[in-house]
C-alpha cells in the first residue's frame, strides 16, 4: 500500500511546567481554561485522582522538558499500518548537517496500553570523531529484529511501536549548533534532545493511555536511552517502565574521567544530568541507572552487550584487548547486586555489536550485528529473554556467558 498525505490537523501535548516538574497541577488553577490544560480527565484521570509525583522532575527543571509540546510536525503520511511525522526544520528538529527530521508510528494489534518505544542507532559525532549517521532515508519502519511483525519469536511483533530514528550524531541528547572551523557558517547541528522531544510528543497524542512501556535503543540509541527514559517517564507517569540498553550500557573509558563529561559538555548536555546526583558521571555512566532505579519504584533495566563489541570498544573507545569486558563486568555487576531483579543482564562472548535491530530472516551487518531470535547464551536467545522480561515468568534473570 502506498503512502498518501494527510491533511494536517495537530495539537502536540502541551504540558504545563508544573505538570513536568512535580507530576500534576498545582494548587493555583487560575488560567485552567488555556490551550494547553488538558483537564482532570487527562491530569488526574477517569477518578480524579492525582498522578504519582515526578521523579525526575529535577532534570526536567533543568533543561530536559525544554522543548516538550513545542513544535508540530509539518506533514503526517499515512502508510499503512504506519504514519510518519515530517518536520521542518526551521522549527527546530533536524540532523547533523541541517537536513529534514521525520519519526514514525505503527499501530500494532495487541493490547491498546502495551507500547514499545525505539531508539534507532548510528555512531557518534564530536570534534575529535564523527563517525555517526547524518541525514535520513525516507520515512520508513523497519520490519526487522525488535520490530519485525512477522518474526514468530518476537515478543513485540504486534504491538504499538513508536520509531525514533537517529541522525544528530549526539546520542539524542545534543542541543547545540557548532561552527568547527570558525567561518561563521555551522558545521554540526546536534538538535538530538528536540528530535527526542518532538518524537515523544507525537508518541504521547497517539498512545496516551500506554502502561507498560518497553524503551529500547540500540548502539547510539542504547546510550540515548539512559537520559530519554526520565523524559518518557515524565509523559507517562503511571507506566511500568522497562528500559532495553543494547550495546551501549553506560561504559566510557576506564579511568578517564574528563571523556564523557567532555562529549556531554560539547553537546550542551551536561545540564541533563541530575544536580542532586554527583557521581552520576565518572569514567562511565553507569552510576545514572543506579540513581534511576533508586528513585523510580516501576522502572526496570535490561542490558545486553558481548564482552569484545568492536564497534563500542574498539572503534569509539579505542580499548585495548579485554579492556570493555572488564569495565562491563565490574560496572553492570555493581548495577546488578545493588538492584537486584530490576538491573538484569545478557552478556555473551563475542566481539559482535548489537542484538535487538537484526534477526535472522532480515539480516543485519554480517560479522558485525548478531540477530535477535538465535540463541547465544545457554540456549536463550535475546528475543525469548525479552519476552520473560515482559511478561514477569519466573525463569527471567541474568543470563551470562
Known amino acids: 500500500m502506498g503512502m498518501r498525505l494527510r491533511c494536517l490537523s495537530w495539537s502536540a501535548p502541551v504540558l504545563s511546567l508544573s505538570l513536568l516538574a512535580c507530576g500534576g497541577g498545582g494548587e493555583d488553577d487560575e488560567g485552567a481554561d488555556e490551550v494547553g490544560d488538558t483537564g482532570d480527565s487527562e491530569e488526574t484521570g477517569e477518578t480524579g485522582e492525582e498522578p504519582p509525583p515526578n521523579p525526575f522532575a529535577e532534570v526536567v527543571e533543568q533543561g530536559l522538558g525544554d522543548y516538550v509540546g513545542t513544535i508540530d510536525p509539518s506533514q503526517i503520511v499515512e502508510d499503512g499500518a504506519a504514519t510518519h511525522y515530517l518536520f521542518d526544520p526551521a522549527d527546530g528538529p533536524m540532523c547533523l548537517r541541517g537536513g529534514d527530521y521525520w519519526m514514525s508510528t505503527r499501530a500494532g494489534s495487541h493490547d491498546p496500553k502495551d507500547l514499545l518505544i525505539y531508539l534507532q542507532g548510528g555512531g557518534a559525532c564530536w570534534s575529535e570523531l564523527c563517525q555517526a549517521f547524518e541525514t535520513l532515508g525516507p520515512p520508513a519502519v523497519p520490519d526487522s529484529g525488535m520490530l519485525n511483525r512477522n518474526l514468530e519469536d518476537n515478543p513485540f511483533a504486534d504491538w504499538n511501536a513508536v520509531y525514533v530514528p537517529y541522525c544528530d ?27 527526542l522531544s518532538v518524537a515523544l510528543d507525537v508518541a504521547l497524542e497517539t498512545f496516551p493511555e500506554a502502561e507498560r512501556i518497553v524503551l529500547a535503543g540500540s548502539s547510539a540509541g542504547s546510550y540515548g536511552v539512559h537520559i530519554s527514559d526520565m523524559l518518557v517517564r515524565t509523559m507517562w507517569l503511571g507506566a511500568e517502565l522497562i528500559v532495553v540498553a543494547d550495546s551501549g550500557v553506560g561504559i566510557g573509558k576506564p579511568g578517564d574521567s574528563a571523556f564523557i563529561p567532555g562529549l556531554l559538555e560539547e553537546w550542551d548536555s551536561l545540564r541533563l544530568i541530575p544536580d542532586s546526583c554527583p557521581d552520576c558521571v565518572t569514567d562511565h555512566i553507569t552510576n545514572l541507572p543506579s540513581w534511576q532505579l533508586s528513585v523510580d519504584p516501576n522502572l526496570r533495566f535490561v542490558a545486553i552487550s558481548t564482552y569484545a563489541d568492536s564497534i563500542i570498544g574498539g572503534v569509539f573507545l579505542g580499548l585495548g584487548p579485554g579492556e570493555y569486558q572488564a569495565a562491563l563486568e565490574q560496572e553492570l555487576g555493581k548495577l546488578a547486586a545493588d538492584h537486584p531483579g530490576r538491573y538484569t543482564r545478557y552478556l555473551f562472548d563475542s566481539s559482535l555489536h548489537t542484538t535487538i535491530a537484526a534477526d535472522s530472516s532480515v539480516e543485519g551487518l554480517p560479522g558485525i550485528t548478531a540477530n535477535f531470535d538465535q540463541a547465544y547464551v545457554g540456549g536463550v536467545s535475546v528475543a525469548q529473554w525479552l519476552g520473560q522480561a515482559i511478561t514477569d515468568d519466573p525463569a527471567f534473570s541474568d543470563q551470562i556467558e
Open 169 to 195: 550524531g549526539s546520542l539524542f541528547t545534543g542541543d547545540v549548533d557548532i561552527d568547527d572551523d570558525d567561518d561563521g557558517a555551522i558545521d554540526r547541528y546536534h538538535r538530538g534532545l528536540i528530535d
